[in-house]
């Protein structure tokens, strides 16, 4: 029998970016929020002696535990989906903060493209090229790059990023409100030999920041050190733009925000007189086993793309996309990212030891419709971009395509080229296919009993052609970098959830202006719960050629002000 708590204004199921946006947000106007997190609470001083790359980035101390809980996989429904029983292709958040914790802070904001990709394409190229008669369906986003611009600028002043003005990039309404990182002699090569190509690299946004900040709600972010363990690992400097060293203490300061963490959520309450209401989630404290009902008048659901796809699904709430008939709107356009590059091997000795998350130069040349497609058999492409996150000695073991794997040889071509080799690589967008989504596993569950989400996911064409056209794109930066030898990546086979490719999983929960082919409205309200929001990079409607968090942040902080004034006024947001 669960324990009915007291009423609160606001729910925050999940306190990563997401929540702890909501939180912050929703508190500092007064309203009383509980953030539901089912990890532990963590903070900067949690991080102090991590640099320990075996226990942290090859065996995830900071992320989910995939023996409580997964999801099962299959590239088509012909498979038998299987659980993924260790973390690969993406890693997972869990605790406070989120994966905001561990990751490596590339702050891109995606294109004016990106959220009108069917109206401008079939404008610029005509209906054929949205190629439905291949299975892509591609929909506007209901929202504009130039309605979310002041969402992305909240949210780069909340994290202080480190940044330059992108001359291929969306209008901005102001500067990064600190200058780049520190362009390195890897970067000044890369520079150079991009610009004499014609292309306009710019340094990364980095979260990773170049001197100190205090941001706009007093909270105060370090200057990076170049530690080069950041991506996996929170920062012991409290240099990474992250939820705990920003809006977490926010929301905590203003003494109407009450982290419950070990608070797993299994259901969405639906309110038994109002079908358009819910009433508010049932949960279980993940140390005692006992179950606890929090009622509130707003919900929102934060807990990232599988989770929020999940809880709705097993609530029963919003209908679930069939891939032979295409009606219903829960689970479609799952969609991911493609890697297109190459690695040149120097004469040349370089710090690759050194550096930071997002420590970087890139060029958009090749990025949305910022080429002419008219040619191509794909659409949209992707950043390319060189890094220098610092080459940990287990994760990065580089060796010249002909060398054995094993003996003198490999150890003298290890030792070689662990300070010769660089990586060029296009981070490529991927389109929503009929055939991709996200439904619940009949078989498998969770520790608590709740049914595990099913992926069904493979590469497309598209995704082939363009992965393949970033690679010879990064080929020829490389060449002119000076590169003796140059080694394209193999072409894309099928998708595998084995090795690690970004988290950056998208779709499931789709934002839209049409409840048959979208879950939330542009305020990331549900359809059909007008007090339930859903936030994430689930609420994509296609994967962009970028890293997602600016675009979640900025969402995010859209939807804050939806709560907030959904909190004053009630009813639908998308009628006014
Ligand atoms: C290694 C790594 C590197 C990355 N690098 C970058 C980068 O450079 N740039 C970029 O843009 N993005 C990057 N990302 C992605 C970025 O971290 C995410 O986009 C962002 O953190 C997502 O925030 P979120 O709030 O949506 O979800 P999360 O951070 O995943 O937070 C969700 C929270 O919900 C909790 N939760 C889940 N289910 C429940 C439940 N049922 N009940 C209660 N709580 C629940 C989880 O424990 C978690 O704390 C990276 C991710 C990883 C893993
Ligand atoms: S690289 Fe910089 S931001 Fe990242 S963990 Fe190290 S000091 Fe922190």
């Not at 008669?133 to 611009?149: K, S």
């Amino acid at each position: 029998m669960a324990t009915e708590l007291d009423r609160v204004d606001v729910v925050t199921v999940g306190v990563g970016w997401t929540g702890g946006i909501i939180a912050a947000e929703a508190a500092k106007a007064g309203l009383q929020v509980v953030g539901l997190e089912r990890g532990r609470e963590r903070g900067t001083e949690d991080y102090q002696n991590i640099h320990d790359e075996y226990k942290y980035a090859i065996r995830y101390e900071l992320m989910q535990d995939v023996s409580k809980e997964t999801l099962t996989f299959r590239n088509n429904p012909d498979q038998r989906a299987l659980p993924m029983r260790q973390m690969g292709s993406f890693l997972l958040g869990e605790n406070l903060g989120g994966a905001g914790t561990h990751w490596n802070g590339q702050t891109w904001r995606f294109l004016p493209y990106d959220f009108e990709i069917r109206s401008m394409t079939e404008e610029k190229y005509g209906e054929e090229k949205l190629m439905e008669d291949e299975g892509y369906r591609l929909q506007d986003w209901g929202i504009t790059y130039d309605e979310l611009e002041p969402y992305f600028d909240k949210f780069e002043k909340t994290c202080g990023i480190s940044g330059e003005e992108n001359p291929l990039g969306g209008e901005r309404s102001d500067a990064y409100p600190t200058p780049p990182m520190i362009k390195t002699r890897i970067l000044e090569m890369f520079e150079k030999a991009s610009s004499g190509l014609g292309h306009s690299p710019i340094m990364m946004p980095s979260a990773n920041l170049s001197e100190q900040f205090e941001n706009p709600d007093g909270e105060t972010i370090a200057a990076c050190q170049y530690c080069a363990f950041c991506e996996r690992f929170g920062c012991e400097y409290g240099a990474k733009s992250s939820p705990e060293v920003t809006v977490i203490p926010t929301a905590r300061k203003t003494g109407n925000f009450e982290v419950r963490t070990h608070a797993n959520v299994v259901e969405i309450l639906t309110d038994e007189e109002d079908e358009s209401q819910v009433s508010g989630v049932r949960y279980v404290d993940t140390r005692t086993g006992k179950e606890f009902i929090q009622p509130a008048d707003v919900v929102v659901l934060n807990s990232y793309v599988f989770n929020n796809y999940k809880l709705l699904r097993v609530s029963d709430i919003g209908q679930q996309y069939d891939p032979e008939t295409e009606e219903g709107s829960l689970g479609r356009s799952y969609c991911y990212q493609i890697f297109g590059g190459a690695t040149g091997y120097f004469d040349e000795q370089f710090n690759t030891f050194m550096g930071a998350g997002a420590l970087g130069m890139a060029f958009d040349d090749f990025n949305g419709d910022n080429f002419d497609h008219a040619d191509l058999d794909f659409l949209h492409g992707g950043n390319i971009s060189i890094t220098q996150t610092g080459n940990r000695p287990i994760a990065t073991n580089r060796i010249r395509p002909d060398t054995p794997s094993w003996g003198s040889e490999f150890k003298k071509e290890s030792i070689e080229s662990y300070t010769r080799t660089l990586s060029v690589s296009g981070q490529g967008a991927t389109l929503p296919h009929k055939d991709n989504y996200l439904d619940l596993d009949e078989e498998y569950t969770d520790v608590y009993g709740v049914p595990l989400v099913q992926l069904t996911y493979n590469f497309k064409d598209q995704d082939r052609a363009r992965h393949k056209y970033l690679a010879e794109r990064s080929v020829e930066v490389l060449e002119e970098m000076g590169a003796s030898e140059v080694v394209q990546n193999s072409e894309l086979g099928d998708y595998s959830i084995v090795p690690y490719q970004s988290t950056h999983n998208t779709g499931g929960t789709i934002m839209g202006d049409d409840p048959e082919v979208s879950v939330v409205n542009n305020w990331l309200q549900h359809w059909d719960r007008d007090n339930l929001f859903v936030v994430g990079a689930g609420n994509f409607v296609h994967n962009g050629g970028y890293n997602p968090t600016a675009t979640v942040g900025a969402l995010a902080y859209r939807c804050a002000e939806g709560v907030i004034r959904f909190a004053e006024e009630g009813g639908r947001l998308e009628e006014e």
